[in-house]
């Protein structure tokens, strides 16, 4: 089975084909990074409008890339929520319509379901069950994974999301839109323990988040002044390193009260190299195995949502209706249901 999986839930269109035989056979992304950096963040209009502007010629290409007419795919899979309705709604009306011309599928996947079973694209990928790690700019979350559709939330953000207190640390120090790759830039030329910041709900005895705190003590820090670029750079140094150590430190945590030894890290933020620096480093010292997905899926793609897709509905989903679609901005990854499974109440 061949799958067409279109991602647009936020600021990145992603295509790409999955073969349930043969694996990945092509993918294309673009980025809307330099468009939404001179206003800070992303624009949600700005992004709905690029999408539209995007998407078919991606899909043309990627089906270039593959050797394959478009008749010659299976099903199509797109990006449900959550995420940016009108984004959302782009890829949701496209992959509809292109199910509708081929009298083909289609079928609606979960955005964070994407990312977490992306680590399964991998060469040796992690079996069930597993820990989940799911850290990007709108999202920190740990589960435990049982298999497709049966997940179990252990702990999430109560607030603001990994990702946002890079970026908006970022903000605070001058410094452009994404924030995460530029902190983790500046940081490099940072001095460890030369400015210190809180870890947030550190030993809160449970698996939850809270990083807006650590975006306030940034603020704090930023307004009492910082004598030169070293100081920018310890600052830097030193907001990556209190994210870090409390995903690590809770991470851990999860893995020990599930009584597993696999951990699956997902999202954006899983291609911070200290953070995987930290992980692979308490990996060798506790024996648990780490599992990261590729550099191209760390971020938001059409390959995660084609091969989520295709799991679903190799296990028997139900496709969405051809004529039919909606889209789901706030969707709680625990609420999902297994194939063939009715949605449940999110816990």
Known sequence: ??????????????????CTERGLLAQALHSQVAMHARYGGVVPELASRDHVRRLLPLTEAVLDEAGLALGAVDAIAYTRGPGLAGALLVGAAVGASIAWALRKPAIGVHHLEGHLLSPLLARDPPAFPFVALLVSGGHTQLMRVD??????????????AAGEAFDKSAKLLGMGYP??????????????????LPRPMLHSGNLDFSFSGLKTAVLTRVRAGLDGEQARADLAWAVQAAIVDVLVAKSVSALEQAGLSRLVVAGGVSANLRLRELLSAARAK???SV??????????????????????????AEPAPPTEFSVKPRWPLDALAAPGQASRPAS
């Open 179 to 196: 924030g995460g790759p530029a902190i983790a830039t500046l940081a490099r030329a940072g001095r460890a323990g030369a400015i210190t």
């Open 291 to 316: 599992h990261f997905p590729e550099a191209a899926l760390c971020t938001d793609n059409g390959a995660m949502i084609a091969f989520a897709g295709a799991l679903r509905l190799a296990a028997g």
């Open 147 to 160: 298999g497709v559709g049966r997940y179990q939330m252990l702990g999430e953000t109560l607030d603001d």
């Open 286 to 288: 506790l024996e648990f």
């Open 1 to 18: 089975m061949i799958v067409l999986g279109i991602e647009t839930s936020c600021d990145d269109t992603g295509v790409a084909l999955y």
